[in-house]
C-alpha cells in the first residue's frame, strides 16, 4: 500500500512570495490533514479536511494561508505571501476517518525555508 | 484547551537496555485518546503507540509499553532492548473526542552502540 505523497521536499523562497505545497494521502482516506512543524517543535494542526470539506481551520493563517481539497481526494496548501516565521516543515497526514482513535499516517513532509 | 509536556528534551540509552520517555498532559475531558509518534532524521512521522483512556491496561506493541497513570494525567513510553534503529525524535500526542491531535514538543533519543 502506498503511503502518504508530498511534494516538493524541499523548496526555498524569498519573503513575500508565494509557494504551494501537494500531498496525495492514502487511497480510501476520507480525512487529510496540514500540519505545521517548526524547528524544535511538535507538529501543529492547519487545516483537517473531511473529504472535500473543511473541520477545522481555527489554527490556519487566513490572511496568507490557504488550503484545498477539490475532489475528497489530493489537497493543496499555499502559502501568499510567505514570511520569514514561516520556514518550518509541512507535514500532510491522512487516516481513515476523522474518530479520536484514528491513526494517522504521515507524508515525509515538505522542507520549506523563507529567507 | 488540552496541553502535552514532555519535560526530557534529550534521552540517552545504551544499544540492549531499556529507556523511559515521559509524558504528561492536562485535559478535563474523560474519553479521549494518546499516542506516541516516533520522527526518524527521515522525517516521517510513525505511530508507535496507542491508549484509550477508558481501558485500564496498559498498551504494549512489542519491545514498546506504556505506563498510563490517569488519574496523575501520565503517559510514559518505556522501550526495551533498545536498538539502533530506535533512534528518532519521539512526540506524545493527545486527542480527545472531537477535537484536534496535540503534540508535545518531543524528546530526542540517542542509542549508544
Known amino acids: 500500500e502506498a503511503g502518504v505523497a508530498q511534494s516538493p521536499r524541499y523548496k526555498i523562497i524569498e519573503k513575500r512570495q508565494s509557494v504551494a505545497f501537494w500531498c496525495n494521502p492514502i487511497s480510501g482516506h476520507a480525512t487529510l490533514y496540514w500540519y505545521q512543524q517548526i524547528l524544535g517543535q511538535g507538529p501543529k494542526l492547519l487545516i483537517q479536511?473531511?473529504?472535500?470539506?473543511?473541520?477545522?481551520d481555527s489554527q490556519l493563517p487566513k490572511d496568507r494561508f490557504s488550503a484545498e481539497r477539490l475532489k475528497g481526494v489530493d489537497s493543496t496548501l499555499k502559502i501568499q505571501p510567505a514570511k520569514l516565521e514561516d520556514s518550518a516543515v509541512y507535514l500532510c497526514?491522512?487516516?481513515?476517518?476523522?474518530?479520536?482513535?484514528?491513526?494517522?499516517?504521515f507524508g515525509p513532509g515538505t522542507r520549506l525555508l523563507v529567507l | 484547551a488540552q496541553t502535552v509536556t514532555q519535560s526530557q528534551p534529550e534521552m540517552s540509552v545504551q544499544e540492549a537496555e531499556t529507556v523511559t520517555l515521559s509524558c504528561t498532559y492536562d485535559?478535563?475531558?474523560?474519553?479521549?485518546?494518546l499516542f506516541w509518534y516516533k520522527q526518524p532524521p527521515s522525517r516521517q512521522m510513525i505511530l508507535v503507540i496507542r491508549?484509550?483512556?477508558?481501558?485500564?491496561q496498559n498498551a504494549t506493541e512489542n519491545r514498546f509499553s506504556v505506563n498510563f497513570q490517569k488519574a496523575a494525567k501520565s503517559f510514559s513510553l518505556k522501550i526495551s532492548d533498545s536498538q539502533l534503529g530506535d533512534a528518532a525524535m519521539y512526540f506524545c500526542?493527545?486527542?480527545?473526542?472531537?477535537?484536534?491531535?496535540?503534540f508535545g514538543e518531543g524528546t530526542q533519543l540517542t542509542v549508544n552502540p
Open positions: 491508549q484509550e483512556a477508558y481501558k485500564q
Open positions: 479536511f473531511q473529504n472535500n470539506g473543511v473541520v477545522d
Open positions: 500526542a493527545f486527542r480527545a473526542s472531537g477535537s484536534r491531535l496535540t
Open positions: 497526514a491522512s487516516s481513515q476517518g476523522q474518530g479520536s482513535g484514528q491513526t494517522q499516517y
Open positions: 485535559t478535563s475531558e474523560s474519553d479521549y485518546y
